[in-house]
Protein backbone atom coordinates (compact mmCIF):
# COMPACT_ATOMS: atom_id res chain seq x y z
CA UNK A 1 0.00 0.00 0.00
CA UNK A 2 1.20 3.70 -1.21
CA UNK A 3 -0.07 6.98 0.19
CA UNK A 4 0.27 9.92 -2.12
CA UNK A 5 0.12 13.43 -0.98
CA UNK A 6 0.29 17.03 -3.73
CA UNK A 7 1.71 19.63 -2.92
CA UNK A 8 2.76 22.88 -4.59
CA UNK A 9 -0.10 24.08 -6.41
CA UNK A 10 -1.75 27.57 -6.61
CA UNK A 11 -1.93 30.67 -8.51
CA UNK A 12 0.59 31.85 -10.60
CA UNK A 13 1.11 34.24 -13.97
CA UNK A 14 1.34 32.92 -17.36
CA UNK A 15 4.83 32.38 -17.99
CA UNK A 16 5.91 31.69 -14.03
CA UNK A 17 6.52 28.62 -12.79
CA UNK A 18 5.44 26.33 -10.36
CA UNK A 19 7.17 22.77 -9.08
CA UNK A 20 4.97 20.47 -7.45
CA UNK A 21 5.86 17.95 -4.93
CA UNK A 22 4.37 14.33 -4.42
CA UNK A 23 5.35 12.55 -1.25
CA UNK A 24 4.34 8.98 -0.72
CA UNK A 25 4.53 6.66 2.78
CA UNK A 26 4.18 3.24 2.60
CA UNK A 27 6.12 0.15 1.37
CA UNK A 28 8.00 -0.30 -1.55
CA UNK A 29 8.18 3.38 -2.59
CA UNK A 30 11.00 2.65 -4.78
CA UNK A 31 9.54 -0.05 -7.07
CA UNK A 32 6.81 1.93 -8.34
CA UNK A 33 6.79 4.39 -11.70
CA UNK A 34 5.13 7.66 -10.76
CA UNK A 35 3.45 10.00 -13.03
CA UNK A 36 1.13 13.29 -13.03
CA UNK A 37 -2.09 13.18 -14.09
CA UNK A 38 -4.30 16.50 -14.88
CA UNK A 39 -7.84 17.23 -15.10
CA UNK A 40 -10.14 19.68 -15.76
CA UNK A 41 -13.95 20.53 -15.34
CA UNK A 42 -16.02 18.23 -17.32
CA UNK A 43 -12.69 16.65 -19.08
CA UNK A 44 -10.79 13.41 -18.58
CA UNK A 45 -8.16 13.46 -16.51
CA UNK A 46 -4.91 13.69 -19.26
CA UNK A 47 -1.46 12.27 -18.47
CA UNK A 48 1.40 14.90 -18.27
CA UNK A 49 4.49 12.67 -17.54
CA UNK A 50 6.06 9.47 -16.06
CA UNK A 51 9.51 8.71 -14.37
CA UNK A 52 10.88 4.91 -13.82
CA UNK A 53 11.25 3.51 -10.55
CA UNK A 54 14.95 4.10 -10.62
CA UNK A 55 14.42 8.06 -12.27
CA UNK A 56 16.32 7.03 -15.44
CA UNK A 57 13.40 6.59 -17.69
CA UNK A 58 11.01 10.18 -18.50
CA UNK A 59 7.73 10.91 -20.85
CA UNK A 60 6.51 14.05 -21.70
CA UNK A 61 2.91 14.36 -22.98
CA UNK A 62 3.45 16.85 -26.40
CA UNK A 63 1.76 19.66 -24.76
CA UNK A 64 4.05 20.14 -21.87
CA UNK A 65 7.69 18.95 -23.47
CA UNK A 66 10.29 21.37 -23.39
CA UNK A 67 8.58 22.81 -20.07
CA UNK A 68 7.99 20.33 -17.67
CA UNK A 69 10.31 18.37 -16.07
CA UNK A 70 9.73 15.56 -13.46
CA UNK A 71 12.61 13.60 -11.21
CA UNK A 72 12.47 11.93 -8.10
CA UNK A 73 14.50 11.51 -4.94
CA UNK A 74 13.94 7.96 -3.83
CA UNK A 75 15.86 8.67 -0.38
CA UNK A 76 13.24 11.00 0.19
CA UNK A 77 10.05 9.15 -1.19
CA UNK A 78 9.06 12.25 -3.37
CA UNK A 79 8.63 12.90 -6.85
CA UNK A 80 8.31 16.65 -8.37
CA UNK A 81 7.00 18.25 -11.37
CA UNK A 82 9.17 21.21 -12.36
CA UNK A 83 6.68 23.49 -14.76
CA UNK A 84 8.07 25.68 -16.30
CA UNK A 85 7.03 28.69 -18.82
CA UNK A 86 3.07 27.66 -17.91
CA UNK A 87 0.48 29.04 -19.52
CA UNK A 88 -3.18 29.18 -19.07
CA UNK A 89 -4.24 26.17 -20.87
CA UNK A 90 -2.40 24.33 -17.87
CA UNK A 91 -4.60 24.53 -15.12
CA UNK A 92 -6.03 21.89 -13.57
CA UNK A 93 -5.91 19.76 -11.04
CA UNK A 94 -2.92 17.42 -10.81
CA UNK A 95 -2.45 14.36 -9.36
CA UNK A 96 0.41 11.66 -9.43
CA UNK A 97 -0.22 8.56 -9.24
CA UNK A 98 2.10 5.27 -8.42
CA UNK A 99 2.08 2.27 -11.01
CA UNK A 100 4.30 -0.64 -12.51
CA UNK A 101 5.06 1.18 -15.27
CA UNK A 102 5.40 -0.35 -18.77
CA UNK A 103 3.28 0.31 -21.99
CA UNK A 104 0.11 2.17 -21.94
CA UNK A 105 1.71 4.70 -19.11
CA UNK A 106 -0.50 7.61 -20.36
CA UNK A 107 -3.61 5.54 -19.15
CA UNK A 108 -5.21 5.91 -15.73
CA UNK A 109 -6.01 2.06 -15.51
CA UNK A 110 -2.11 1.53 -15.29
CA UNK A 111 -1.61 2.76 -11.69
CA UNK A 112 -2.73 1.43 -8.69
CA UNK A 113 -2.45 4.29 -6.09
CA UNK A 114 -3.72 8.16 -6.41
CA UNK A 115 -3.49 11.37 -4.32
CA UNK A 116 -5.74 13.69 -3.73
CA UNK A 117 -5.01 16.35 -6.21
CA UNK A 118 -3.38 19.75 -5.97
CA UNK A 119 -4.51 22.92 -7.36
CA UNK A 120 -2.80 24.61 -10.45
CA UNK A 121 -4.33 28.40 -11.51
CA UNK A 122 -2.75 30.26 -14.40
CA UNK A 123 -3.95 33.46 -15.28
CA UNK A 124 -3.47 35.32 -18.09
Known amino acids: QVQLVESGGGLVQAGGSLRLSCSAT????????IAWFRQTPGKEREFVATISWSGRGTTYADSVKGRYIISRDNTKNTVYLQMNSLKSEDTAVYYC?????????????????WGQGTQVTVSS
Open 97 to 113: AAGLGGSFYFSVDRYLY
Open 26 to 33: GRAFDSYA
